[in-house]
C-alpha cells in the first residue's frame, strides 16, 4: 500500500450500478460504524476457523491484533481524540497483523480490506487527507511493534520428543480414541507472556497426588458422571467443547465480549481497551496452564479408567492430546470472566456463571477431573486480576515491546 492515499468520498459515479452502491454502502456500514476493532475481530474469528487453529494459537493472534490495536490509540492520544482518527489507525494495524498471521490469504486481501475500512472511516467522518496520513501511519508503527513481538515471542521453537518424562501410572500418555503420542503445544508454558513475567510466576498448587484418596474419588466421579449423563449436562459439554475447527473458546469469549461492547455503546477507544485486556490475559493464562500441564505430566481420566475401573470406557468428548492438569477451557474462561466482569460490572454474576459452566463442561464430557477444573478457574482468575493490575498501573503506555499488553 503506498504511505500517502486520499479519502475519496464514498459516493457512486453516475453509470454505476445499483449492485455498487449496495456494495458500497454496505462495506460503510460495516467498517465505519461503531467500534473500529469489531469487524477486524470477527474477521480474526473467520480465519481462526478456516485455517484450523487451536486455542493457543487463536489467542495468540487475537492478542496480537488487540493488543496492537490499543497501542495504535494509545500512539494518537497525545494529538488527537478524535474517534474518526482512532478508528483509522485501528484498522491500520488490524489488518497489518492479521496480514502478518495469514499470508496463505489471497495476496492483498486482508490490506485491502484495511484500505477500504479506513477509506470508508474518513469519507463518513470527513477526515483531512493529512489526517488520515497521519492515523494510518500510527497504525502502522504499532503493528510494526506487534509483528517484531510476534516474532520474538517463542511460539516457532521446536520440541524434542526425547525431553518427556519416563513412562509411568501418573505419567500423560496417548489416550484413546485419538491415541497421538506426541502432546498439543509442549512448549507453549514457555512463550513470551504479556502481564506476566512468565508462564511460571503464577501456578496452581501441585495436583491430587496420585492413587491418593483424593484422587481416586475424582476419578470415580468422572466415571459416575459419565454414565449418568443428562440431556442438559451433554448440552453443556457440546457447546464447550471447541477446539480446531472452531472459534475455541478464546473465540467464544470474544463473542461474548463484541455483544458487550455493543451493548453498553462503547466506543473505538474503549472496545479496543477491552479486547486488549480480554486477549492478553486468555493468552497469559493459557501460557502458565501449559506451563503447568507440562510441568506435572498428568495422565487423563480414560487412561486411568480403562486400566482401573471400565476396560470399555469412552467419555462423552474425545480426549484432547496433552496432559491433565488443569484445564485450559477453565484457565482462559476464568481470565477472560475476570477482565470482562471488572469492565461490566453489571454482568458480572452471568460472566463468571459461564467461567464456571466452561470448567463444569469439561467434567461432563469426561476428560478432566473437577481439580483439573477448579485449579484452572482459580489460575485463570489469577491471571485475569494480574492484567487488571498492571493494566491500572500502565494506563496510556503501548502494550507491544513491553510486559504488558491490557493498558
Keep these: 500500500?503506498?504511505?500517502?492515499?486520499?479519502?475519496?468520498?464514498?459516493?457512486?459515479?453516475?453509470?454505476?450500478?445499483?449492485?455498487?452502491?449496495?456494495?458500497?454502502?454496505?462495506?460503510?456500514?460495516?467498517?465505519?460504524?461503531?467500534?473500529?476493532?469489531?469487524?477486524w475481530n470477527g474477521l480474526a474469528l473467520e480465519l481462526i476457523v478456516k485455517y484450523q487453529q487451536n486455542p493457543l494459537r487463536a489467542v495468540r493472534v487475537l492478542a496480537h491484533v488487540h493488543a496492537a490495536a490499543h497501542d495504535a490509540v494509545v500512539r494518537l492520544a497525545t494529538t488527537t481524540s478524535s474517534e474518526a482518527a482512532q478508528a483509522v489507525a485501528v484498522q491500520a494495524a488490524s489488518a497489518a497483523v492479521l496480514a502478518h498471521f495469514y499470508p496463505r490469504e489471497s495476496p492483498g486481501r486482508i490490506e485491502a480490506i484495511g484500505v477500504g475500512a479506513m477509506l470508508a472511516v474518513a469519507a463518513r467522518a470527513g477526515v483531512s487527507p493529512e489526517d488520515l496520513t497521519f492515523a494510518r501511519a500510527a497504525g502502522r508503527r504499532a503493528a510494526a511493534d506487534?509483528?517484531?513481538?510476534?516474532?520474538?515471542?517463542?511460539?516457532g521453537a521446536s520440541w524434542n520428543p526425547a525431553d518427556r518424562p519416563a513412562a509411568g501410572p501418573s505419567v500423560w500418555r496417548a489416550a484413546p480414541p485419538l491415541n497421538l503420542y506426541n502432546p498439543t503445544e509442549?512448549?507453549?508454558?514457555?512463550?513470551r507472556t504479556w502481564a506476566l513475567a512468565d508462564g511460571s510466576e503464577i501456578q496452581p498448587p501441585p495436583p491430587p497426588e496420585f492413587a491418593s484418596e483424593r484422587y481416586r474419588d475424582e476419578v470415580r466421579e468422572v466415571l459416575q458422571v459419565s454414565r449418568a449423563l443428562t440431556a442438559e449436562q451433554k448440552r453443556i459439554a457440546d457447546d464447550w467443547n471447541l477446539d480446531k475447527g472452531s472459534v475455541t473458546p478464546p473465540g467464544v469469549w470474544n463473542r461474548k465480549a463484541m455483544a458487550l461492547v455493543a451493548q453498553h455503546g462503547l466506543d473505538t477507544a474503549q472496545a479496543?481497551?477491552?479486547?486488549?485486556?480480554?486477549?492478553?490475559?486468555?493468552?497469559?493464562?493459557?501460557?502458565?496452564?501449559?506451563q503447568a500441564k507440562f510441568a506435572h505430566w498428568t495422565v487423563r481420566p480414560v487412561t486411568v479408567i480403562r486400566e482401573q475401573l471400565d476396560a470399555d470406557f469412552l467419555p462423552y468428548l474425545f480426549t484432547p492430546p496433552f496432559p491433565s492438569y488443569v484445564s485450559g477451557h477453565a484457565a482462559a474462561s476464568g481470565a477472560a470472566a475476570e477482565v470482562l466482569a471488572a469492565f461490566f460490572p453489571e454482568d458480572a454474576g452471568e460472566l463468571r456463571a459461564s467461567a464456571d459452566e466452561a470448567a463444569l463442561s469439561r467434567l461432563y464430557g469426561g476428560i478432566h477431573l473437577r481439580s483439573d477444573n477448579e485449579e484452572g478457574l482459580r489460575l485463570g482468575r489469577a491471571v485475569g486480576r494480574r492484567v487488571l493490575e498492571r493494566s491500572r498501573r500502565t494506563d496510556g503506555a503501548p502494550a507491544s515491546g513491553t510486559p504488558s499488553g491490557a493498558q
Design 186 to 191: 509442549p512448549l507453549a508454558g514457555k512463550w
Design 146 to 155: 506487534a509483528i517484531r513481538r510476534v516474532l520474538d515471542d517463542g511460539a
Design 1 to 39: 500500500m503506498p504511505e500517502n492515499f486520499a479519502s475519496p468520498p464514498l459516493t457512486m459515479a453516475a453509470g454505476e450500478s445499483t449492485r455498487q452502491r449496495f456494495a458500497t454502502e454496505v462495506l460503510a456500514r460495516k467498517w465505519a460504524t461503531g467500534p473500529a476493532s469489531l469487524p
Design 272 to 290: 479496543a481497551r477491552v479486547l486488549a485486556a480480554l486477549n492478553v490475559a486468555m493468552s497469559d493464562a493459557l501460557v502458565a496452564c501449559w
